[in-house]
């Protein structure tokens, strides 16, 4: 799979978050680069991911309002890092349900969207997302259900 963060947390005694951070920015799929997305912050404990995003005007409409589509990439990406982070040997994350809230308009510019795991199995996790623009305004939530793919171990 082209980016993925395949088998980057297979010792993961031996791998710190920020050996995880730059295994997840260096291996990023195309879409996050073309958003500005790297993964900032992970934390184990709470089993979030943080991430930064700059959205430029190409990404909007009506003027300087980001499309709703990115609004919600932005938050599914950082939802499945949390997966990537927290779930060992996790190599793809396939959204089988996606609900977006649009609380205020996103305008181009600065965000950090918060990625959040709820509950998870051997193959799904329930999954919740916030964005926030560079204010610290809440301007969208999500919930996703996820197929988590594991890496085959022998």
């Known amino acids: 799979m082209v980016g993925s ?21 260096k291996h990023q799929p195309p879409c996050l680069t073309a958003l500005n997305g790297p993964t900032e912050e992970i934390n184990l404990e709470d089993k979030t991911a943080l991430m930064s995003y700059t959205i430029p005007l190409d990404f909007c409409h009506s003027g300087n309002v980001v499309q709703g589509g990115f609004v919600a990439s932005m938050l599914d990406a950082a939802m499945s ?37 709820i509950r998870a199995g051997r193959s799904i996790a329930f999954l919740d997302g916030k964005l926030f623009n560079e204010q610290g305004e809440l301007t969208a939530t999500a919930s996703s259900t996820g197929k988590i793919i594991l890496a085959k171990t022998i």
């Open 81 to 117: 890092h949390a997966v990537f982070a927290n779930i060992e040997n996790t190599t793809a994350v396939l959204t089988l349900e996606l609900k977006v809230s649009y609380l205020a308009a996103s305008l181009a510019g600065p965000f950090t969207a918060e990625g959040k795991i």
């Open 5 to 25: 963060p395949a088998n980057l947390l297979n010792d993961r005694e031996n791998v710190s978050i920020r050996d995880t951070i730059d295994r997840l920015n």
